[in-house]
């Protein structure tokens, strides 16, 4: 059984940092890449960051340059380092896995999902 757990999120002031921990069970690393995506009320779901089995990473250009996605295979666990963070960042932010998908707007079709870590950017 696949799981995900995501953990990490919290309160912070506009311009601080977080790092969110994706921890993964029930699959095979090498056959899928690892995203985050996140959702603000009212707001539909949207692709942040992913990183592929090959460590082919993707961001977003709401967070390109202040986001650092990156994973640890031996320990099954991604990470999301998220730095100036702004109050447009505020959201749940999930974790997911799946396989690269080249041809839609987020480079990753998703199979399976966290339940998710609230982050919450106050100004």
């Known amino acids: 059984e696949v799981q995900l757990v995501e953990s990490g999120g919290g309160l912070v002031q506009t311009g601080g940092s977080l790092r969110l921990s994706c921890e993964a069970s029930?699959?095979?690393?090498?056959?899928?890449?690892v995203g985050w995506f996140r959702q603000a009320p009212g707001k539909e779901r949207e692709g942040v960051s992913c990183?592929?089995?090959?460590?082919?990473?993707y961001y977003s250009n709401a967070v390109r340059g202040r986001f650092t996605i990156s994973s640890d295979k031996s320990k099954n666990m991604v990470y999301l380092q998220m730095n100036d963070l702004k109050p447009e960042d505020t959201a749940v932010y999930f974790c997911?896995?799946?396989?690269?998908?080249?041809?839609?707007?987020?480079?990753?079709?998703?199979?399976?999902w966290g339940k998710g870590t609230q982050v919450t950017v106050s100004s």
């Open positions: 990183i592929g089995s090959d460590d082919t990473v």
């Open positions: 997911a896995i799946g396989v690269p998908d080249y041809g839609g707007a987020f480079p990753l079709r998703v199979d399976y």
């Open positions: 029930g699959f095979t690393y090498d056959d899928y890449a």
